[in-house]
């Protein structure tokens, strides 16, 4: 669950008032004329038949698969394609596919429309001439660059808005720095809350101070945590070592290099390596009587300072406190110990010629962190306060991980005296034993990447370092064991292709839909290139097209990619400093939650109603349990937050890495 406002519902009221009998009747006859004219009008297919064509908005790659999707309320009996150029000149015809399924009860038809032979660059229209007619909005087809750049680029824009801190980066959304408050920030013992963030009482500090300022806020609030922060840094780094030409130093328009250093640098602060002390969360979220949470208040992020003045009410939002994971130098929570590892492991990788001094200290960290993971936790793991907010409950990946980026940094040399461990065998084999408690564990493809399992490269990258240690004997999992699992999880989001009529590979009824989707997309490029092979090339591009637009909805679940996209996110500063009607300025980039299994209301004081007109335009496409509204107080589908886009930036590069 993305931490969210608690709120209450908004609560209506109206004034009823009982007309006498005579009104009463006379309403009645009324209303009988009308039902009556109504029965004589004849119904026409105009009135009770529509269809829409769903695209990926962004655009189609001229030699990947391409197929949009026919959305209808009745059968399409012989209904045909046509894909039309920009001077209406008809390119490509053919009959549409076959029936897929129903959506819902409005829209019971749903037909694949492949059109992979079109690869002439330019601008297309696809019409369908049938029972219902339909037409698409314009379409591009181009090189892979042409069609994603502008996508990667908007993600890196996303990040740079969400900066906190004195080194912010101006721009429409952002015109002054926030929180500098945090860079004298006091620590504490973190309470006891109930799941809605609620404590009792005053928080215990720990006399303590810290700079926990910069960082990125988590999502529409501006709390900053370990928990998703650490997962963010590690896929944006891996996209700068790997894929430098889309998202490193190769680009002129999204090196994501300073991001990630800037997301580092926030890390590095929240970790105290000389007295081996951790320190996981910036802010509350929920207040009580005594004081004020961040969830309790809508503004904008630069009047935190000096919010309230010297009422104590708010002492917490003027100077944030900040939660310490445990006494110094005792066991960190696994998960955080994995991903923290694997952030410094790649940052000694990415910093050690062009700034020594600072990767040094990385890797110290990273191998300082990892020696004290605690590898037989109890109970829940360490995510946030509360922990109802990041349900995380596996825990192997994140070690695995670690461990093989740990081997990376050490088999690559110029190591810093004073390291724990030298030989890059050491985690070489640690890597694959947690690799083998995930696959033989209790969670092994239960899901697919996102922030609550990073098997999905821990796999790929373990399989890589596995090559070029020379495949050594005697580790606990073999490249094979790797593929296999990788490819289990595949299957599964191939099988749920099949059995939704949009081909998506993960159900649109839960929460992290967006994410989910583009973790997928990373997944099959990566396997893909493991066995050198198109086995899930397809797979991935239908995948990134269904959160870009080939969905029931028809919108794009990430900001800005595309003509439809969210105009109402749960994100402060969005709401106050951006438009409401998809104009600029827009937060870019930002990936949503996307749709769910619900909606969810809440006001608070503050907020600008949006949509303006109250109209939900995406209930008419709901279906199949799935609910999708792009309203400022449903925080379940229309939050973005920096996890949620961690792995849009990756699957857009792979894509144009090809």
């Known amino acids: 669950m993305r931490a969210h406002p608690v709120a209450q519902p908004q609560r209506l009221s109206a004034l ?11 309403a009645a006859a009324i209303l009988a004329l009308l039902l009556t004219l ?10 009770s038949s529509t269809a829409f064509i769903r695209v990926n908005q962004v655009g189609y790659a001229t030699t990947a698969s391409k197929r949009a999707y026919l959305m209808a309320s009745g059968a399409e009996t012989a209904a045909t394609l046509s894909v039309k150029n920009a001077s209406g000149t008809t390119v490509y015809s053919a009959p549409i596919g076959a029936n897929l399924g129903s959506w819902s009860s409005s829209y019971p038809d749903i037909y694949a429309l492949d059109f992979d032979s079109v ?19 314009t379409i591009t087809i181009d090189t892979a660059a042409n069609v994603y750049s502008q996508a990667l680029s908007n993600a890196l824009s996303f990040y740079q808005n969400e900066r906190d801190g004195s080194n912010y980066i101006p721009s429409a959304l952002r015109t002054a720095p926030a929180h500098l408050n945090d860079a004298t920030a006091k620590t504490y013992l973190t309470p006891n809350m109930n799941s809605s963030g609620r404590f009792s009482g005053d928080l215990t500090p720990l006399g303590i101070t810290i700079d926990a300022s910069s960082g990125w806020w988590d999502a529409g609030d501006y709390l900053k945590f370990v928990e998703t922060i650490s997962y963010t840094v590690d896929m944006l780094q891996l996209g700068v070592r790997d894929l430098a030409n889309q998202m490193g130093a190769g680009s002129t328009t999204a090196n994501f290099t300073a991001e990630a250093k800037f997301g580092l640098d926030w890390l590095q602060q929240m970790w105290n390596d000389s007295t081996q002390t951790l320190y996981y969360q910036v802010g509350i979220g929920t207040g009580n009587s005594k004081t004020i949470g961040d969830h309790d208040i809508w503004r904008l992020p630069q009047v935190d300072d000096t919010y309230g ?6 002492r917490y939002i003027r100077n944030r406190p900040v939660f310490r994971a445990g006494a110094p130098g005792s066991l960190i929570s696994p998960n955080l110990a994995g991903r923290l590892a694997g952030d410094f ?7 050690k010629i062009s700034n020594a001094p600072y990767a040094n200290q990385c890797l110290l960290s990273a191998e300082h962190i990892f020696a004290l993971a605690n590898t037989n936790p109890s109970g829940n793991l360490l995510t946030v306060a509360p922990y109802s907010f990041y349900p995380e409950t596996e825990w192997r990946d994140d070690l695995e991980f670690g461990a093989t980026e740990l081997y990376f940094a050490l088999a690559g040399g110029s190591l810093p005296s004073g390291l724990p461990q030298t030989d890059p065998l050491f985690y070489l084999q640690a890597a694959a034993e947690w690799a083998h408690a995930y696959i033989t564990g209790p969670n092994d493809a239960a899901d697919t990447l996102n922030l609550y399992d990073v098997s999905g490269v821990a796999h790929y990258e ?7 240690a020379g495949n050594p004997s005697g580790l606990a999992v073999t490249q094979a064991d790797l593929l296999s699992d990788l490819k289990k999880q595949l299957d599964k989001a191939v099988t749920q292709s099949g059995i939704d009529p949009f081909g998506f590979g993960f159900t649109w009824a839960a929460f992290d839909t967006t994410s989910h989707g583009a973790g997928l997309v990373v997944m099959a490029s990566e396997y893909d290139q493991l066995t050198s092979s198109t086995a899930y090339a397809a797979y991935g591009v239908r995948w990134l097209a269904n959160i870009l637009g080939v969905n029931a909805w028809g919108v794009s679940l990430i900001v800005g990619d595309g003509s439809t996209f969210p105009h109402c996110m749960q994100h402060q500063v969005t709401n106050l400093a951006g438009s409401l009607d998809g104009s600029p300025p827009v937060l870019a980039g930002a990936a949503v939650e996307g749709p769910n299994s619900t909606t969810s209301r809440g006001l608070v004081t503050g907020m600008r109603t949006c949509p303006v007109n109250g109209v939900d335009q995406y209930a008419q496409f709901n279906g199949s349990g799935s609910t999708f509204q792009d309203n400022v107080q449903s925080w379940s589908t229309v939050e973005p937050a920096v996890d949620l886009t961690a792995t849009s930036p990756l699957a857009f590069a792979w894509q144009i890495a090809g």
């Not at 009823?16 to 009104?23: G, K």
């Not at 109504?38 to 009135?47: F, H, I, Q, S």
């Not at 003045?309 to 708010?314: A, D, K, R």
């Not at 492991?345 to 910093?351: D, G, R």
Request: hydrophobic share 50%.
């Open 16 to 26: 009823i008032t009982v007309p006498r009998l005579a009104t009463l009747l006379i």
């Open 38 to 47: 109504l029965a004589r009008v004849p119904a026409t297919r105009a009135a």
């Open 119 to 137: 690869t002439a660059p330019g601008t297309y229209t696809i019409v369908v001439s049938g029972p219902i007619a339909a037409s698409s909005p």
């Open 309 to 314: 003045g010297t009422n104590s009410l708010y």
């Open 345 to 351: 492991a790649l940052c000694f990788q990415l910093f």
């Open 462 to 468: 373990l399989y890589r370092a596995i090559a070029q």
